[in-house]
């Protein structure tokens, strides 16, 4: 298979960009049409000149203008990072590369006799095994996992790590769907995730919800267990995460709060600017200990999972909110229906026993035991500690879509709703079949009526909420 310096010995000077006028085609939204050329000087020697792209040409994680490079050097334009002695099919528009991030998770090394393997053709017999080399020759390979919903927040981080993939010992590869393509080959997404070195994972329900990724998230559980990925948990949006295996893991940002909350943030740079310095942390730990590992100095591998996190946790997860919002509903019915039964009682006195068996007067009591209950419930819900008294004693409170506090206004619908329905199926018959539907409407959507048609959601209680 031809090299991407056979290319340019056979052409002489290539145009690499997105445009398909270019010799060599990278699509890639961070790559200009005509981002930089490569020249043959003789010798094994080449030129690389940047050709006034928006976002630069790395030599060896130095920007450059023009650079005199050699075959080993490790050249970088948006998120792609390539040799020129790595492998190139001329039927495609785009290096070969696969070989180099099918090899050991810690960092894929790229040395000669490597690269003469990549020319030949893989036999089953034979295996590049991981070298030790200079940190120069070495790719540090991070996968953003994350749903769909999510993928404005990966494409975003990815901007902000743009200096730090630039600011390393070490070059740095960011890996998502979001620099992938309709219809490029997707079968290697899962040995993409397998050897990635650090995994970041943006939790959000969606995430959770969503078939693929939560079969990715499994995985990338796995690789953790397992040693071979360091996973970095990312709170993108509210969601019940201490239900999660994550939260037995440092979650990202450290004040717990998403990186979209408004209440918490001045801006989104601000948020994101955060946790990309909690990444640039981890990284200079996650290299300085697979040095050690790699020269002896350590035995001490650079991922170990002092924890074990339980791989499939979907089914105990929502069933676990579940219960936990059961138990704070029939806690706030003690908390203000003691009272108001006791107030009942005190102002109608010896005649109460008889009125309880009129049903006028039953269904007079109801409506008003509703309307109290969500009065003084949205009052509770849209103060400081966003949650009623039963929900603030087990921990959750309560958010709008954007996770931000409820306005009394949208706390008062969205116990309108819940009343209005308890009130509407006050009869047992129907109160039975009101527990069922929400109950199969839970199972479905992992959401109660009042949630959906309020637009709200449940969410952790942090510490300083």
Same mark, same amino acid.
């Given at each position: 298979?031809?090299?991407?310096?056979?290319?340019?010995?056979?052409?002489?000077?290539?145009?690499?960009?997105?445009?398909?006028?270019?010799?060599?085609?990278?699509?890639?939204?961070?790559?200009?049409?005509?981002?930089?050329?490569?020249?043959?000087?003789?010798?094994?020697?080449?030129?690389?000149?940047?050709?006034?792209?928006?976002?630069?040409? +790395?030599?060896?994680?130095?920007?450059?203008?023009?650079?005199?490079?050699?075959?080993?050097?490790?050249?970088?334009?948006?998120?792609?990072?390539?040799?020129?002695?790595? /492998?190139?099919?001329?039927?495609?528009?785009?290096?070969?590369?696969?070989?180099?991030?099918?090899?050991?998770?810690?960092?894929?090394?790229?040395?000669?006799?490597?690269?003469?393997?990549?020319?030949?053709?893989?036999?089953?017999?034979?295996?590049?095994?991981?070298?030790?080399?200079?940190?120069?020759?070495?790719?540090?390979?991070?996968?953003?996992?994350?749903?769909?919903?999510?993928?404005?927040?990966?494409?975003?981080?990815?901007?902000?790590?743009?200096?730090?993939?630039?600011?390393?010992?070490?070059?740095?590869?960011?890996?998502?769907?979001?620099?992938?393509?309709?219809?490029?080959?997707?079968?290697?997404?899962?040995?993409?995730?397998?050897?990635?070195?650090?995994?970041?994972?943006?939790?959000?329900?969606?995430?959770?919800?969503?078939?693929?990724?939560?079969?990715?998230?499994?995985?990338?559980?796995?690789?953790?267990?397992?040693?071979?990925?360091?996973?970095?948990?990312?709170?993108?949006?509210?969601?019940?995460?201490?239900?999660?295996?994550?939260?037995?893991?440092?979650?990202?940002?450290?004040?717990?709060?998403?990186?979209?909350?408004?209440?918490?943030?001045?801006?989104?740079?601000?948020?994101?600017?955060?946790?990309?310095?909690?990444?640039?942390?981890?990284?200079?730990?996650?290299?300085?200990?697979?040095?050690?590992?790699?020269?002896?100095?350590?035995?001490?591998?650079?991922?170990?999972?002092?924890?074990?996190?339980?791989?499939? +946790?979907?089914?105990?997860?929502?069933?676990?909110?579940?219960?936990?919002?059961?138990?704070?509903?029939?806690?706030?019915?003690?908390?203000?229906?003691?009272?108001?039964?006791?107030?009942?009682?005190?102002?109608?006195?010896?005649?109460?026993?008889?009125?309880?068996?009129?049903?006028?007067?039953?269904?007079?009591?109801?409506?008003?035991?509703? /309307?109290?209950?969500?009065?003084v419930y949205s009052f509770f819900e849209s103060g400081n500690n966003m949650?009623?008294?039963?929900?603030?004693?087990?921990?959750?409170?309560?958010?709008?879509?954007?996770?931000?506090?409820?306005?009394?206004?949208?706390?008062?619908?969205?116990?309108?709703?819940?009343?209005?329905?308890?009130?509407?199926?006050?009869?047992?018959?129907?109160?039975?079949?009101?527990?069922?539907?929400?109950?199969?409407?839970?199972?479905?959507?992992?959401? +109660?009526?009042?949630?959906?048609?309020?637009?709200?959601m449940i969410s952790p209680k942090n510490k300083k909420n």
């Amino acid at each position: 298979m031809q090299s991407i310096k056979e290319l340019i010995e056979q052409k002489k000077v290539i145009v690499v960009g997105s445009s398909s006028t270019c010799d060599w085609v990278l699509e890639d939204f961070l790559i200009d049409e005509k981002h930089c050329q490569i020249s043959s000087i003789g010798d094994s020697r080449y030129l690389i000149a940047d050709l006034g792209s928006r976002h630069g040409t +790395f030599v060896n994680n130095e920007k450059i203008s023009h650079k005199e490079i050699n075959e080993n050097d490790f050249v970088s334009i948006g998120s792609k990072i390539f040799q020129l002695k790595s /492998a190139f099919d001329a039927g495609q528009t785009v290096p070969t590369d696969k070989q180099e991030r099918s090899q050991s998770n810690h960092f894929s090394s790229q040395t000669n006799s490597s690269a003469e393997g990549m020319k030949r053709e893989p036999n089953e017999n034979q295996r590049d095994e991981p070298k030790q080399e200079s940190s120069k020759n070495t790719i540090l390979q991070i996968y953003c996992l994350y749903a769909s919903e999510d993928e404005q927040a990966a494409i975003f981080l990815d901007k902000h790590l743009a200096a730090l993939k630039h600011n390393q010992k070490i070059p740095i590869e960011v890996i998502g769907d979001f620099n992938r393509k309709a219809g490029d080959d997707r079968s290697n997404d899962t040995d993409l995730l397998k050897n990635a070195n650090i995994i970041l994972v943006f939790i959000s329900a969606d995430l959770i919800a969503n078939e693929a990724s939560y079969a990715k998230t499994m995985l990338a559980i796995d690789n953790h267990n397992k040693g071979k990925s360091l996973l970095l948990p990312i709170l993108t949006r509210r969601c019940m995460w201490k239900d999660t295996p994550f939260s037995l893991l440092p979650l990202l940002p450290k004040n717990l709060e998403p990186l979209y909350s408004k209440k918490s943030w001045e801006s989104e740079d601000d948020s994101f600017s955060n946790v990309v310095s909690e990444i640039k942390n981890s990284i200079e730990v996650y290299y300085k200990k697979e040095q050690e590992y790699q020269s002896g100095k350590s035995t001490f591998k650079p991922v170990e999972a002092s924890i074990t996190l339980k791989t499939d +946790f979907r089914s105990g997860y929502y069933w676990g909110i579940f219960w936990k919002r059961t138990f704070a509903y029939m806690l706030d019915n003690l908390i203000l229906g003691i009272p108001f039964y006791i107030l009942m009682f005190l102002i109608y006195q010896d005649e109460y026993q008889y009125l309880v068996q009129d049903s006028d007067f039953v269904l007079g009591q109801a409506f008003l035991w509703f /309307a109290i209950a969500a009065i003084v419930y949205s009052f509770f819900e849209s103060g400081n500690n966003m949650a009623s008294p039963g929900k603030k004693i087990l921990g959750l409170i309560i958010v709008d879509a954007h996770s931000e506090r409820l306005t009394y206004g949208k706390a008062l619908v969205r116990n309108l709703i819940k009343y209005g329905i308890l009130f509407l199926t006050i009869n047992p018959v129907l109160s039975l079949i009101y527990i069922i539907a929400q109950i199969a409407f839970y199972a479905a959507k992992h959401q +109660f009526f009042q949630d959906m048609l309020s637009k709200t959601m449940i969410s952790p209680k942090n510490k300083k909420n």
